[in-house]
């Protein structure tokens, strides 16, 4: 979103799970991310990409109230985070966190069945739109692409039916997808 909206920022790495004592006690859950604008400090993506349209916009990536695709732009916004990421996190702490012999269990084989299954939301979406809402690239397409990229990660995208490889790889192809890989 910062890449898209072309706002500076300094992206700080750091361990997973984190152990830095600054990052701690600026978020004391440990988790990511971690986004500071002066004296604002939030630790939720999607009110994260609420705050820079809001707070650093006008852009077209939000739609406002009376635009048409206002209803899907909320549904996808939350969408990406709240149905698709959250069974992944589960996966995600697995994968890093657990003993070897528990790294492969029943819950997160579930947990990645049921983020392929949630999918069928927005293949269904995309049956009819190029994006999730408004006929555009919009804060809704980075919420949903970060999911689709979480699942990548856990090299879910062989389930991703063709619409949402397209999808997916269009919003990879974004210049503001490439700067924020990059760095």
Same mark, same amino acid.
């Given at each position: 979103? &910062?890449?898209?909206m072309?706002?500076? =920022?300094?992206?700080v790495k750091t361990?997973?799970?984190p152990t830095? #004592?600054?990052?701690?006690? /600026? ?5 990511? #991310?971690l986004? @500071?604008?002066?004296?604002t400090?939030?630790?939720?993506s999607?009110a994260i990409?609420?705050?820079l349209?809001? $707070?650093?916009g006008?852009t077209? &990536?939000?739609v406002?109230a009376?635009?048409?695709?206002f209803?899907?732009? &909320?549904?996808?916004?939350e ?9 992944l ?7 890093f966190m657990?003993?070897?012999d528990?790294k492969a269990n029943?819950?997160v084989?579930? =947990? +990645?069945?049921?983020?392929l299954? %949630?999918? +069928?939301?927005?293949? *269904?979406?995309l049956?009819s739109h190029a994006?999730?809402?408004?006929? *555009?690239f919009?804060? /809704?397409? @980075?919420s949903?692409?970060y999911?689709l ?5 856990? $090299? ?5 039916d063709p619409?949402?490889?397209d999808?997916? %790889? %269009?919003l990879q192809a974004r210049?503001?997808?490439? %700067?924020?890989?990059?760095?």
């Open positions: 979103m &910062l890449e898209e072309g706002l500076d =920022c300094e992206v361990a997973f799970p830095d #004592p600054e990052f701690l006690a /600026a978020n004391p859950t440990g988790t990511f #991310p986004f @500071i604008d002066g004296e400090l939030l630790t939720e999607i990409l609420q705050y349209a809001a $707070r650093h006008p077209p &990536l939000s406002a009376e635009e048409p695709g209803a899907d732009y &909320l549904q996808f916004l969408v990406g985070e709240a149905t698709l990421a959250t069974p996190t589960a996966a995600v702490r697995t994968r657990a003993p070897e528990q029943w819950t084989e579930n =947990c +990645k069945s049921v983020f299954d %949630r999918l +069928k939301l927005v293949s *269904r979406q049956e994006y999730m809402a408004a006929d *555009r919009t804060a /809704a397409d @980075i949903v692409g999911a990229g979480f699942g990548e990660g856990l $090299r879910l995208s062989e389930g991703y619409s949402i490889v999808y997916w %790889r %269009r210049p503001a997808y490439q %700067r924020a890989i990059a760095r």
